[in-house]
């Protein structure tokens, strides 16, 4: 195997894509399990009942809680996966 080889860098629109799109999909299948099981307006009882939150933007709130989350997730998941060829090269002159 040679060392020297490194994959080169993908396209920014690629790995937005990546990130975006697995954590799109996590956030809607979490947004229908969360919400089979709890009501939007019970759940603004107990946390902000003097915010007028209706059912619609409860369910939009949490399903963007849960992108964020995952995006998040995924987002560190590449950052841990990136070659680290990329960050490991000698210093200039040595």
């Known amino acids: 195997m040679n060392a020297t080889f490194d ?6 629109a690629q790995r937005i894509g990546a990130i975006a799109w697995p954590s799109f999909f996590a ?3 979490a947004t229908m399990v969360f919400f089979a099981f709890v009501d939007p307006i019970a759940l ?3 946390t902000f009942p003097r ?6 933007l409860g369910y939009t709130i949490g399903f963007f809680l849960f992108w964020a989350a995952t995006a998040s997730s995924s987002l ?3 950052w841990l996966l990136r070659p680290g060829s990329r960050f ?5 002159g040595r």
């Not at 994959?7 to 920014?12: E, I, L, S």
């Not at 915010?51 to 619609?56: N, S």
């Not at 490991?88 to 200039?92: C, D, H, K, M, T």
């Open 44 to 46: 603004r009882d107990i």
């Open 27 to 29: 956030a809607g299948v």
């Open 76 to 78: 560190f998941t590449w």
């Open 88 to 92: 490991n090269r000698p210093l200039p």
């Open 7 to 12: 994959h080169p860098p993908r396209p920014m």
């Open 51 to 56: 915010i007028a939150v209706g059912r619609e």
